[in-house]
């Protein structure tokens, strides 16, 4: 069973037990919440399509972490022009685990985060596996060079 959600901007597939990363959401780690912006609905008989979307279904889960991801360095140069910028950005996000689909709750034959080795068992596709932490920025070095009459 899976479902197809719409939030920040963005539409995600997930399944019961899946952790998935969305972009920052407001609540603390354990927090529980629910997303009303269900646009399909696949149980394995039957798949709900909504217009755009399903009236009186909601998607639940729980906040798993809060965390930045890696960094992204941005380079902008202009040749001749002795125009170089280099920027970084590091994209806040939201882990949540799903808990239930409409009224279909987790069962123990779905995929799950196992605690103790940090691994998805049983993951379908596009299932994130490990445990959310902290990324380290990479560290950036100056090149220094040398121009023509400089020592």
Sequence with gaps: MYAVIKTGGK???????ETVRFER?????????????????NNDKEVNFGNPELEGMSVAAEIVGQGKSKKVLI???????????????????????????GEMTQTSDVPYLDE????????????????????????IRK??????GSK
């Design 143 to 148: 090149r220094t060079t040398k121009t023509k």
């Design 11 to 17: 539409q995600y597939k997930v399944s019961l037990g």
């Design 116 to 139: 103790a080795t940090g691994k998805t068992t049983g993951a379908a596709s596009g299932t994130i596996t490990g445990i959310v932490s902290e990324a380290k920025p990479k560290t």
């Design 75 to 101: 380079m902008k140069k202009k040749r001749r022009k002795n125009y170089r910028k280099t920027q970084g950005h590091r994209q806040l996000f939201t882990a949540v685990k799903i808990l239930s689909i």
């Design 25 to 41: 959401l407001s609540g603390k780690v354990g927090d529980t919440i629910h997303f009303g912006n269900v646009l399909m609905v």
